[in-house]
């Protein structure tokens, strides 16, 4: 017995000190990938994983799964589980130390933008809800996205590049301050959380070109105001510095409500991309919203700021615009969002004012398709290892404001921001996992298959118990029958 004893903690030493499981799915849901295995092997001070879900989140146990195979493959790797019902006091306190915005749900429980937060030191990765499986409604599958998140959060932390984002301001342009569904303040939370540094510009003062200085991408958003001649020409100066931008610019009205220049045709021009003064419709019933079609979902081209948004080429995630207009682009230039051939412009947006108007009977300045995002690079003539200027333009203002970020349809055109963010300060995805294949986690019935249980349901069922019924009673009367006439032969 003592023997038995001995080899049995023996065995549960060697157990505890020896992580071995097997995975016996044929996709390898559970096996870390070899760029995974490689970022864990390359760790050399400790990273902690704060995970922000409560015990009856569904998604906590497939989290805690992936989660224990990153701390096997790394002794480096500490998981840290916050229970936001059960700890209310450190989940808060930890989310005034990361920056992270909390709320009550219907029932009254606490929950986090941030799903989860990847640490080490001052430098931090926040992994929100949507990182750890993508859903897709219309075929109702689901993801998983985690592995992705979490090792691009480890490569983040262990090789922080530091990013300064610098919002212009001086020509109404939307405000960094402003939380509100107008404003940039959500867009500068989520830069901030992400390990950006943040700040104002104003261009209209004389020492803008010195305060652009140490900006890495300059962000235009939203103006009201034509941009004046010596803005712009600061502005030109910072992108042959190799300074990038991120440029949020509809149509500009003039007082007649007809279209006109925005001051930043040199800018743009620059980077072989010239606007089209111009206010697009979309008539494709498939992408444009109830109205005229100035709100319509535009479908990403094949680049790397649009990535995640593609699937074998097929469209997964649609953005949204609101009064667009279009873009004419140069050998340089690429195209980002394009609307459908139904589409068309026209140079007089006082339509729009107009009740019930016929908005087809209107003349058309040109007819789609209608490139209304674009990407370019400008290259420098010094040294190769210098960072080219980037540029990623979007023909509508009210792509990089609140509700981008407030409102859960959106999810499509808030991961195209972000992508177009870290594209173009030259902070792009690290990690390139395969993707983890699909699972279908709703019942899907086509209308033949509906069809067919409506006739198992209402008729054979039916039938079936009747007939059973009408067997047993015959039986029954059979019986008697014959017991009645056994009685009187005796």
Same mark, same amino acid.
């Given at each position: ?6 080899? @049995? ?14 995975? #016996? ?15 864990? @092997? ?10 922000? %879900? ?29 229970? *936001? ?38 430098? /931090?990765?926040?992994?929100? @809800? ?14 998983? /996205? ?8 480890? =490569? ?57 200085? *140490? ?12 941009? $004046? ?6 502005? %030109? $100066?910072?992108?042959? /510095? ?66 995640? %948004? ?99 349809? %959106? ?45 198992? #349901? ?16 015959? =039986? ?15």
């Amino acid at each position: 017995m003592l023997a038995v004893a001995v080899l @049995g903690v023996c065995a549960n030493l060697l157990i505890a000190r020896h992580y071995t499981r097997w995975d #016996v799915t044929r996709a390898q849901l559970y096996t870390l990938s070899p760029a995974s295995l490689e970022t864990l @092997g390359g760790l050399s001070e400790e990273v902690q994983i704060l995970v922000f %879900l409560a015990q009856a989140d569904p998604e906590l146990a497939s989290v805690k799964r992936l989660l224990e195979q990153y701390e096997a493959a790394s002794p480096l790797v500490r998981v840290r589980y916050i229970d *936001p019902d059960r700890d209310p006091g450190e989940f808060l306190a930890l989310q005034n130390r990361y920056r992270l915005l909390q709320g009550r749900t219907e029932q009254g429980q606490l929950v986090s933008d941030a799903a989860l937060v990847v640490t080490q030191g001052e430098d /931090r990765w926040v992994i929100s @809800g949507e990182n750890i499986l993508s859903y897709d409604e219309l075929r109702g599958t689901v993801q998983p /996205r985690l592995e992705q998140a979490v090792t691009e959060g480890l =490569r983040q932390v262990l090789h922080p590049q530091s990013a300064e984002v610098c919002f212009s301001s001086g020509q109404q342009e939307a405000s960094m301050d402003d939380g509100g569904p107008t404003g940039l303040g959500a867009l500068r939370y989520t830069l901030e959380k992400n390990n950006y540094g943040t700040r104002e510009v104003d261009l209209t003062q004389a020492e803008a070109e010195q305060a652009l200085a *140490p900006c890495d991408l300059i962000v235009l958003a939203a103006p009201a105001d034509t941009y $004046s001649d010596p803005a712009v020409a600061r502005l %030109l $100066s910072a992108a042959r /510095r190799g300074k990038s931008f991120l440029v949020s610019l509809g149509p500009t009205l003039g007082e007649d409500n007809r279209t006109t220049r925005s001051g930043l045709e040199p800018l743009l021009e620059l980077f072989g991309v010239r606007p089209r003064a111009q206010l697009i419709f979309e008539r494709d019933p498939d992408r444009a919203l109830p109205g005229a079609g100035e709100v319509f979902f535009a479908l990403p081209r094949a680049h790397a700021v649009t990535r995640g %948004l593609l699937k074998d080429g097929e469209a997964r995630f649609r953005v949204l615009l609101q009064l667009a207009q279009g873009f004419e682009l140069q050998d340089q230039a690429v195209a980002l969002l394009q609307t459908s051939d139904r589409a068309f412009s026209v140079r007089d947006a006082s339509i729009l004012a107009t009740p019930k108007a016929e908005i087809d009977g209107v003349p058309h300045d040109a007819e789609g398709p209608f490139v209304v995002g674009a990407a370019a690079e400008l290259a420098r003539g010094g040294k190769a290892e210098e960072r080219p200027a980037r540029l990623v333009v979007i023909g509508s203002s009210a792509t990089l404001l609140g509700n981008t970020w407030q409102e859960a349809p %959106l999810s499509g055109t808030r991961r195209f921001v972000e992508s177009a963010v870290s594209w173009a300060a030259a902070r792009p995805t690290l990690v390139s996992l395969q993707e983890k294949p699909e699972r279908q986690v709703e019942l899907r019935l086509t209308e033949g298959a509906m069809s067919e249980i409506a006739r198992y #349901v209402l008729i054979y069922m039916p039938v079936t118990a009747l007939a059973c019924a009408a067997l047993v009673l015959l =039986r029954r009367r059979s019986g008697r029958a014959a017991a009645g006439s056994s009685e009187a032969g005796s």
